[in-house]
């Protein structure tokens, strides 16, 4: 049974950084694909950055140039890290794993993914 446990989030003034972890658990992450999404109350959830095992990232374009994603398969590991923060980035972020398998591309849509944290908060103010 994969468990994720997010951490990291808080409050932080625009322009700031925040790193975000989730520490997996239950299966060998490298055969997971991971990625974070994030949510605010009244919207869907979006897909923020994935990864696949082979690090093969994919980023939305609100994102792009400013978060990171990266992993860590020795400490079973995903990391976030975003830079330039603005207020919009405000949400409920989640880290999410895919069933075990083989992802040349890793997914962007969060129907494919099967195991979620229960979030951190990240406030921009």
């Known amino acids: 049974h994969v468990q994720l446990v997010e951490s990291g989030g808080g409050s932080v003034q625009a322009g700031g950084s925040l790193r975000l972890s989730c520490a997996v658990s239950g299966y060998d992450a490298l055969y997971l694909c991971m990625g974070w999404f994030r949510q605010v109350p009244g919207k869907e959830r979006e897909g923020v950055a994935v990864?696949?095992?082979?690090?093969?990232?994919r980023y939305a374009d609100f994102v792009t140039g400013r978060f990171t994603i990266s992993q860590d398969h020795a400490k079973k590991t995903l990391f976030l890290q975003m830079n330039s923060l603005r207020t919009e980035d405000t949400a409920m972020y989640y880290c999410a794993a895919t069933p075990p398998g083989i992802y040349p591309r890793p997914p962007r849509n969060k129907a494919d993914f099967a195991h979620w944290g229960q979030g951190t908060q990240v406030t921009v103010s």
């Open positions: 990864i696949n095992r082979r690090g093969t990232t």
